[in-house]
């Protein structure tokens, strides 16, 4: 059974910076392209940034230069390093999971930056 759990959200002031981290359990994470997600109040959760299995990597231009996505395949793990955090950067955050033709989500994290 495959399982995504965040970790690392919380309320930061802007201009501050919060570093996610999502953990994977079960097989072929090596193999699985990942990604972040976001998803503000009121609105549709949108794409955050990705990677693929080769570390190739892609970002919504909301957040390009701000922020840094990486992974670690010997601990089945994703990160998403924020920088010069926004308040419009407040949303619930999901890890995201692509295998083949299966997709997978965590249950998310909040992410609360004040002006």
């Known amino acids: 059974q495959v399982q995504l759990v965040e970790s690392g959200g919380g309320s930061v002031q802007a201009g501050g910076s919060l570093r996610l981290s999502c953990v994977v359990s079960?097989?072929?994470?090596?193999?699985?392209?990942m990604g972040w997600y976001r998803q503000a109040p009121g609105k549709q959760r949108e794409l955050v940034a990705r990677i693929s299995t080769t570390g190739s990597t892609n970002y919504a231009d909301s957040v390009k230069g701000r922020f840094t996505i990486s992974r670690d395949n010997a601990k089945n793990r994703v990160y998403l390093q924020m920088n010069s955090l926004k308040s419009e950067d407040t949303a619930v955050y999901y890890c995201n999971r692509r295998f083949r033709n299966d997709e997978y989500w965590g249950q998310g994290t909040q992410v609360t930056v004040s002006s």
């Open positions: 079960g097989s072929d994470f090596s193999r699985s392209a």
